[in-house]
């Protein structure tokens, strides 16, 4: 079974400052697909950023980044310049072939001014 | 990007009581639609997989009887709570996928439900 792990369960990062959220999971399978989605007060779930197993390079969306590491099963989230708008709770999500998205316990990011 | 439309974003009903919630695909063809359960402050668990014009797939520990769930078309999921107890308060997400090639989900604005 797919599982993932998120080991932060709250961070807190200054206005302006960088923050990194940390994922692992576990799987057997070798191409699959990886996300963060954030949730914010309203609970929309919103993609971040997502990441195909098989690319070696770490995908980027403008403030965020990853650091996807494939034989370690990790998958961290680089939040750049943080925003006052970027408080929200984090999931880290795994999805293989056409299946259902497996998701972390999720990571509650403060932002303070 | 797609858009997926839930109904209602919240409602309250009385104990004993059904109430139905809707997952629209606007803009696409939702081959798999899937229901999620978020309790406060913890992450969304899957309570089943619902595909066109077949019976769904409920998770375990899911009581298919009790959230029934049916996908009629490729653009309309609904899940219905019967008879609703307090313990079924709950927020509830549906999201919805296109045809295989597409790797993300698409998530509706969920539903808070209170059973009173």
């Known amino acids: 079974a797919q599982t993932v792990t998120q080991s932060q369960p709250e961070m807190s990062v200054q206005e302006a400052e960088t923050v990194t959220l940390s994922c692992t999971y576990d799987?057997?399978?070798?191409?699959?697909?990886l996300f963060w989605y954030k949730q914010p007060p309203s609970r929309q779930m919103i993609l971040v950023i997502r990441?195909?197993?098989?690319?070696?390079q770490n995908a980027t969306e403008n403030r965020f980044s990853v650091n996807f590491q494939k034989a370690a099963k990790s998958f961290s989230l680089k939040i750049s310049d943080s925003q006052l708008g970027d408080a929200a709770m984090y999931f880290c999500a795994y999805r293989f072939n056409n299946n259902d998205m497996r998701f972390g316990a999720g990571t509650r990011l403060t932002v303070k001014p | 990007g797609a858009v997926v439309s839930q109904h209602p974003s919240w409602v309250i009903c009385k104990s004993g009581t059904s109430v139905k919630i809707e997952c629209r695909s606007l803009?696409?063809?939702?081959?798999?639609m899937f229901w999620y359960r978020q309790f406060p402050k913890q992450s969304l668990m899957l309570m089943a997989t619902s595909n066109e014009g077949s019976k769904a797939t409920y998770e375990q520990g899911v009581e298919k009887d009790k959230f029934l769930i049916n996908h009629a078309s490729l653009t309309l999921s609904t899940l219905t709570v019967t008879s609703a107890h307090p313990e079924d308060s709950s927020f509830y997400i549906c999201s919805a996928t296109r045809d295989r090639g597409y790797t993300e989900a698409f998530f509706g604005q969920g539903t808070r439900l209170t059973v009173v």
């Open positions: 799987t057997s399978e070798s191409d699959y697909y």
């Open positions: 990441q195909e197993a098989y690319k070696q």
């Open positions: 803009d696409f063809q939702a081959t798999t």
